[in-house]
Every structure is written in structure tokens, then in C-alpha cells.
């Protein structure tokens, strides 16, 4: 069993920051990919920022600048920590994990359950 616990988020004004954060725990073995996505309402799910193990980052081009995603590889934490916020960065935000369990030849995703970020102007 693997578990994904996100906190952070909340209510902000425009221009302000926010820090996210998301603990995988559980029967892991190795994990790969890290990200954020996030949901507007009524819109798909989009990526916001992806870590890999190695440390490669990529950011959605409406993010670059603002966001910074890192990761601590011994606790399973990534982090995102977002800057000049936006009315558009109003979402719910997920994050992503790939996890290898134990005994297992390859990693699965898992989704965290989502926290709110709503921007106040």
C-alpha cells in the first residue's frame, strides 16, 4: 500500500506565494517521476511541473518564472512552490508519483487527493 498526503494549499491574494507539498508513504521501493498537475473547474487536468529522480525539471510555460518544483529523494516529498500567483492559478493541484513497491518489477502512478488553491484579488 502507498499513500499520498498533500498539504499547502489555501486562499491567497494575487501577486502572493504559496508553497505545496505532497509525502508518499507506504511499501515503496524506488521513486521516479515527481509532479504537480492541476484542475481548473471545468477544464481537463494539465501539468504543471515534473522532477524526475535525476533531478530534470520541466515547467508548463505558464508557470516558468513563478514556480519551483523540488524533491527530497529520502522522504519522498516534492515540493512545489509557486510565486506571483494569478487569479488563472486558481485550481485544485495534484500531485504525482511514480512508485516502485517491493517485489515489483516496474512503477505505477499514484495521485494524491488534491488541495485547493484559490487566489483572492
Known amino acids: 500500500q502507498v499513500q499520498l498526503v498533500e498539504s499547502g494549499g489555501g486562499l491567497v491574494q494575487t501577486g502572493g506565494s504559496l508553497g505545496l507539498s505532497c509525502t508518499a508513504s507506504g511499501d515503496i521501493a524506488n521513486v521516479d517521476d515527481m509532479a504537480w498537475y492541476r484542475q481548473r473547474p471545468g477544464k481537463q487536468r494539465d501539468s504543471v511541473a515534473l522532477?524526475?529522480?535525476?533531478?530534470?525539471?520541466k515547467y508548463a510555460d505558464s508557470v516558468k518564472g513563478r514556480f519551483a518544483i523540488s524533491r527530497d529523494n529520502a522522504k519522498h516529498i516534492v515540493f512545489l512552490q509557486m510565486n506571483s500567483l494569478k487569479p488563472e492559478d486558481t485550481a485544485t493541484y495534484f500531485c504525482?508519483?511514480?512508485?516502485?513497491?517491493?517485489?515489483?518489477?516496474?512503477?505505477?502512478?499514484?495521485w494524491g487527493q488534491g488541495t485547493q488553491v484559490t487566489l483572492s484579488s
Open positions: 522532477i524526475s529522480r535525476d533531478g530534470d525539471i
Open positions: 504525482y508519483v511514480q512508485i516502485r513497491m517491493p517485489y515489483s518489477p516496474r512503477s505505477l502512478a499514484h
